[in-house]
């Protein structure tokens, strides 16, 4: 799913809309991840609405997120200094 694809409905639209942006999150979570995870399932529902972008290309990064109640956007990049990144920036 793209960002640019998600529709919001009516009752979202008035909301202010938050976009995380996070490099990986994996299955050990440190301070600044759990954070992170906190805010987005803290913030007031009805204020905010928000999205997580992930720049991670393992495709199990998103697996313990399940339960975020947010869209997660992958973006698979391996580094950040190589043509892929460019691909992806452009897709953000």
Do not use: Q
């Amino acid at each position: 799913m793209n960002l640019g694809e998600s529709k919001v409905n009516s009752r979202e639209a008035g909301k202010l809309h938050v976009l995380f942006l996070a490099d990986r999150l994996g299955t050990f979570l440190g301070g600044a991840e759990r954070v992170l995870l906190n805010m987005i399932r803290l913030l007031p529902k009805d204020r905010y609405r928000c999205s997580l972008a992930l720049l991670d290309r393992d495709p199990s990064a998103t697996d313990g997120l399940k339960d975020l109640p947010c869209p997660i956007v992958k973006f698979p990049m391996r580094s950040s200094f190589d043509w892929n990144a460019a691909k992806m920036a452009a897709r953000l």
